[in-house]
């Protein structure tokens, strides 16, 4: 079955950084886009990040651009997020997320999530 | 962007009743790409709905899916114990962009 570990959470002072990991198995994560989503807790569901399949392509939220790079090892099955300068307002639950269709130019919905990692932001 | 609101923002009904919950979209949502998602406490969210009206694998069939362009709505004909929860639209735009409504909680009355 279809697994995603988030890992690499933690707190952080404000302009800190941090790389998030995501670990997959029960798919063949070579053929599918994948996303990174936030979530403030006890708040809404905030769409951060997307990589293609074949990490040909890259887009984001405007609110991390040039501050968070989304990446992948697919020999490895992994899925990275790396933050930098991050600010009081990016504390979140962040959840990696599998596209639903595979091989996909830009993926279009979320099919499974991973139970996500905390990461916080305080001085 | 496309800014999805739903309503209400809290839906109190009793186990077995209809539960109806509204989509919208500040433009039309092209070719239907618009999807429901289940959310209970400390879980990540559950896709139920993709494509506007498609189940997503597992999903009973309580749950339908409808609507087109900037009006989307989510049913549950018979609500169970296990359904009371917060429910999430989310759409793809252009450029690409995803974004997610604000949420309905689903209360026991």
């Known amino acids: 079955q279809v697994q995603l570990v988030e890992s690499g959470g933690g707190v952080v002072q404000p302009g800190g950084s941090l790389r998030l990991s995501c670990a997959a198995s029960g798919f063949t994560f070579s053929s599918y886009g994948m996303h990174w989503v936030r979530q403030d807790p006890g708040k809404g569901l905030e769409w951060v990040a997307f990589i293609r399949y074949d990490g040909s392509n890259k887009y984001y939220t405007d609110s991390v651009k040039g501050r968070f790079t989304i990446s992948r090892d697919n020999s490895k099955n992994t899925l990275y997020l790396q933050i930098n300068s991050l600010r009081a307002e990016d504390t979140a639950v962040y959840y990696c997320?599998?596209?639903?269709?595979?091989?996909?130019?830009?993926?279009?919905?979320?099919?499974?999530w991973g139970q996500g990692t905390l990461v916080t932001v305080s001085s | 962007e496309i800014v999805l609101t739903q309503s209400p923002g809290t839906l109190s009904l009793s186990p077995g009743e209809r539960a109806t919950l509204s989509c919208r979209a500040s433009q039309s949502v092209r070719s239907s790409y618009l999807a429901w998602y289940q959310q209970k406490p400390g879980q990540a969210p559950r896709l139920l709905i993709y494509?506007?009206?498609r189940r997503a694998t597992g999903i009973p069939d309580r749950f339908s899916g409808s609507g087109s362009g900037t009006d989307f709505t989510l049913t549950i004909s018979r609500l169970e114990p296990e359904d009371f929860a917060v429910y999430y639209c989310?759409?793809?735009?252009?450029?690409?962009?995803?974004?997610f409504g604000q949420g309905t909680k689903v209360e026991i009355k």
């Open positions: 997320a599998k596209d639903l269709s595979a091989q996909a130019a830009a993926g279009f919905y979320f099919d499974y």
């Open positions: 494509g506007a009206s």
């Open positions: 989310q759409q793809y735009g252009s450029s690409p962009q995803w974004t």
